[in-house]
């Protein structure tokens, strides 16, 4: 249980447990019985930007919904292209290409619902023409 003052009580094994826990931004230190155990919080959306500027990113971050398909099959984009834009958390993630090349395919439709970690369209790599 969550007590009121923040300290976590628990039973483990029939043996009752004490822990007091500090917050610190994404990160956790956990405090039992004079030992420190740091937890550091993974939030997707923290680092959604990142991992679209740094391209080659063609899964979803997070489970969100395809609101805007920018590119066709078979088209020849440059590198950093906006390929698709989809919404997660109340944010919009676009899709970039991450290197010259072609878009194989585009398996989901405006207004589909992706999971996280499903591949968004197939990108094939090589030289954009024109």
Request: charged share 25%; net charge negative; proline share 5%.
């Amino acid at each position: 249980t969550l007590e009121e003052a923040g300290d976590l009580s628990a039973v483990i094994d029939g043996v009752r447990c004490r822990a007091t826990i500090v917050r610190r931004g994404f990160e956790r230190i956990i405090l039992v019985d004079g030992v420190s155990h740091a937890l550091l919080l993974h939030d997707p959306a923290q680092h959604a930007a990142d991992r679209e500027a740094g391209g080659g990113r063609l899964t979803a971050p997070m489970p969100g919904k395809i609101v805007a398909l920018l590119v066709a099959d078979g088209e020849q984009v440059k590198r950093g292209a906006p390929l698709m834009i989809m919404e997660a958390m109340k944010m919009e993630h676009t899709i970039k290409a991450p290197a010259d090349g072609r878009v194989v395919s585009l398996p989901f439709q405006v207004g589909d619902m992706v999971s996280e970690g499903v591949d968004l369209l197939v990108f094939e790599a090589g030289e954009a023409e024109g």
